[in-house]
C-alpha cells in the first residue's frame, strides 16, 4: 500500500509522483494498538506517533517499535503529525470523544493553511477505528473534518502486544465505512498478510455479539467445565491441563467439518441414558449454572445431531428432558 507524494524539481519545471508507504499515527496504545504498531512497524509502515493515557505508557509502547516514534499523553492530542493514517485503539466509550477532540484539532489548526477549511486540507487522510461493536458512524465529526472514517477489527483474541502482533498477520478482518477507507483498510490488511471481509453498518452490533459468543464465551464454558472437574476432584490447574487437549481436537474437528458433522459424543448419538445420568449429576447444589447452560446447548446440539441423522424417536425424547429441566429451574 502506497500514497503518492508530489515533489518538483527547481524552477517549478518538472513534477514527478513517488510511491511511499503511508504514515500512521496509533491513538490508544493499549495490547490491541501496540500490537497494530509492531505489525505495521515489522511491515515497514512509519508509525509517526503512539498515544496512551500517560506519555510514560506511551514511552513504553513505542520503546517497543523498531523505529521509535512520538510518544504522548491523551492531553496531547495537539501535537499528533499529520500522518496519512489515524487509528484509535482505545476503548470503545472514548472513541467518540476523541474523534470530537480531533475534528475540532484540525478545524481550529487547519483554517491557518491560506483560509482553507479542514473539509479540503485533510482530504485523503484516513481515520479507523478498531472497535467491533461500533460502526464508523461514531466518526462522523472526523468525516465532517474531510477524513476517510472506517472500522477495521480483527477477529482475534490479543492478549500481549507481542504474540498478538504476529496473530494479527494471520486474522480476518471486518471493515466497514466510506469507499477511500475501505481502500485504504484492505491495503493495510493485504500487507499484514491477512485477510478481510465487509458487513453493513448496521449489523456491527450483531457481529460483535457474535464474536463475543465464539470467544469470550468459549472461555466462559471452559471455566465452568473445570469447576465441574475441581468437584471430581482435580485441582484447577490440573483441570485446565486435562480439558484443554479436548478442546483443542474439537477445534480441529470444527475446522475440518461443519458444526453437524463436527459434533461429537454425548447428543451427536443421541444417547438418553447418559443425558439423564448428566443431568442428574447437574442437579446436585451448587450446579445451577452448568445445568443451565447444559440444557441450553444441549437443544442446539440436538438441532445439530437430527441434520447428522440421529434418530428421531431419541432426539424427541432427549428434547422432552431438556425441556423439562427448564421447567423446574423456573419453579
Known amino acids: 500500500m502506497t500514497v503518492d507524494r508530489v515533489s518538483e524539481r527547481a524552477g517549478g519545471r518538472r513534477r514527478r509522483t513517488v510511491k511511499r508507504p503511508p504514515t500512521i499515527s496509533i491513538v490508544g496504545a493499549g495490547r490491541l494498538g501496540t500490537a497494530l504498531a509492531r505489525a505495521l512497524a515489522a511491515k515497514r509502515y512509519r508509525v509517526e506517533a503512539v498515544v496512551a493515557g500517560t506519555k510514560l505508557h506511551a514511552s513504553k509502547a513505542a520503546d517497543l517499535l523498531g523505529r521509535r516514534p512520538l510518544a504522548l499523553a491523551s492531553t496531547q492530542l495537539e501535537q499528533l503529525p499529520s500522518s496519512d493514517i489515524l487509528i484509535i485503539t482505545t476503548p470503545d466509550d472514548r472513541i467518540g470523544e476523541i474523534a470530537t477532540r480531533l475534528a475540532a484539532i484540525f478545524e481550529r489548526d487547519d483554517r491557518k493553511v491560506k483560509g482553507r477549511g479542514a473539509d479540503k486540507v485533510n482530504r485523503g487522510r484516513t481515520v479507523i477505528h478498531a472497535s467491533g461493536a461500533l460502526s464508523s458512524a461514531i466518526l462522523r465529526p472526523m468525516r465532517a473534518a474531510g477524513f476517510g472514517t472506517g472500522s477495521m477489527h480483527p477477529l482475534v483474541s490479543v492478549s500481549d502486544s507481542l504474540q498478538g502482533a504476529e496473530s494479527l498477520c494471520t486474522a480476518y478482518f471486518c471493515v466497514e465505512g466510506t469507499p477511500s477507507a475501505v481502500r485504504v483498510m484492505r491495503g ?34 471452559f471455566d465452568i467445565a473445570v469447576e465441574m472437574f475441581t468437584r471430581c476432584g482435580l485441582t484447577a490447574r490440573r483441570a485446565r491441563s486435562v480439558l484443554l487437549p479436548l478442546l483443542k481436537t474439537t477445534f480441529e474437528n470444527l475446522y475440518a467439518n461443519e458444526p453437524s458433522r463436527a459434533l461429537t459424543g454425548t447428543f451427536a448419538r443421541a444417547d438418553t441414558t447418559t443425558v439423564a445420568k448428566h443431568l442428574k449429576a447437574l442437579s446436585s447444589p451448587g450446579m445451577r449454572d452448568a445445568l443451565a447452560v447444559y440444557a441450553l446447548l444441549g437443544r442446539r446440539s440436538l438441532g445439530l445431531a437430527e441434520m447428522a441423522g440421529a434418530r428421531p424417536e431419541s432426539v424427541k425424547e432427549i428434547a422432552g428432558m431438556l425441556e423439562e429441566t427448564g421447567t423446574l429451574e423456573n419453579e
Not at 491477512?194 to 468459549?218: C, E, P, R, W
Open 188 to 221: 493495510l490488511i493485504h500487507s499484514l498478510g491477512a485477510q478481510s471481509f465487509s458487513i453493513s453498518a448496521d449489523n456491527k452490533a450483531l457481529y460483535h455479539a457474535a464474536a463475543v459468543m465464539a470467544s469470550g464465551h468459549t472461555t466462559a464454558l
